[in-house]
């Protein structure tokens, strides 16, 4: 879902769809993920023993990404928004890599070290707070969905789209925008003659 938030934006941008189409395109997937990963925690859930080590561990990850942001106050909040940029900055990054290689193993190399990084410094993914969050409320965490929404999605789907679209989509632009007619000719190298001065 979230390499949209880059990949479509360049889109609107270049004039190939519409702001229509992007929230269009947006509003389904968003629900989409949301309903199938509800589902997928809810039968997750069902196979484990609510004193297992991993209900434990969800519990926890459920409560630290929301009621550890709330105890912040204002400054949870900056930090959850920081914390979704820089993920999805990794994300669409690893989407756009894996698009320059045409071998499956080339595409894997490409999307690996961005998502490792952003797995490993412990950023914000709205997809895999949909998993997580839901999934430790569901074993007993002291979340509520106010808390869910408010302290963790709504800012980290935000802080989302913000860096996908900003840090990597406005950086392909501003990167591989098309030279102007005529830029190519003003940019040549002293000394070498372009086309048109050749037939003249």
Same mark, same amino acid.
């Given at each position: 879902?979230?390499?949209?938030?880059?990949?479509?934006? %360049?889109?609107?941008?270049e004039? @190939?769809?519409?702001? /229509?189409?992007?929230a269009?395109?947006w509003s389904?997937v968003?629900?989409?993920? %949301?309903? !199938?990963?509800?589902?997928? &925690?809810?039968l997750?859930?069902l196979?484990l023993?609510?004193?297992s080590?991993m209900?434990?561990? %969800?519990?926890?990850?459920?409560?630290? @990404?929301?009621? /550890?942001? +709330?105890?912040? /106050?204002?400054? *949870?909040?900056?930090v959850?928004?920081? @914390? +979704?940029?820089l !993920?999805n900055?990794?994300?669409t990054?690893?989407?756009?890599? +894996?698009?320059?290689?045409?071998s499956?193993?080339g595409? $894997?190399a490409?999307?690996w070290?961005? $998502?490792?990084?952003?797995?490993?410094?412990?950023?914000?993914?709205?997809?895999?707070?949909?998993?997580v969050?839901p999934? *430790?409320m569901?074993?007993?965490a002291?979340v509520?969905?106010?808390? #869910? #929404?408010?302290w963790?999605?709504?800012?980290?789907?935000?802080?989302?789209?913000?860096g996908?679209?900003?840090?990597t989509?406005?950086?392909?632009?501003?990167?591989? +925008? @098309?030279?102007? &007619? /005529?830029? &190519?000719?003003?940019?040549?190298?002293?000394?070498?003659?372009?086309?048109a001065?050749?037939?003249?």
């Open positions: 879902m979230t390499g949209n938030f880059a990949l479509i934006p %360049l889109a609107v941008r004039r @190939k769809t519409t702001l /229509g189409a992007l269009t395109n389904w968003f629900v989409g993920n %949301l309903l !199938c990963i509800l589902f997928y &925690a809810l997750f859930v196979t023993a609510p004193e080590e209900a434990k561990q %969800l519990i926890a990850v459920s409560e630290a @990404k929301t009621l /550890g942001y +709330a105890h912040l /106050g204002a400054g *949870g909040l900056t959850v928004v920081s @914390k +979704a940029i !993920c900055w990794m994300v990054l690893g989407v756009a890599m +894996a698009l320059t290689s045409q499956t193993i595409k $894997i490409a999307m070290l961005p $998502i490792l990084t952003f797995f490993a410094q412990g950023f914000e993914h709205s997809v895999v707070n949909m998993f969050i999934a *430790g569901l074993l007993g002291h509520s969905l106010g808390d #869910w #929404w408010i963790n999605q709504i800012p980290v789907t935000l802080g989302n789209i913000a996908g679209m900003l840090f989509g406005l950086a392909l632009h501003l990167t591989h +925008a @098309k030279v102007p &007619a /005529g830029g &190519a000719s003003r940019a040549a190298a002293p000394g070498i003659r372009t086309e001065a050749a037939e003249r």
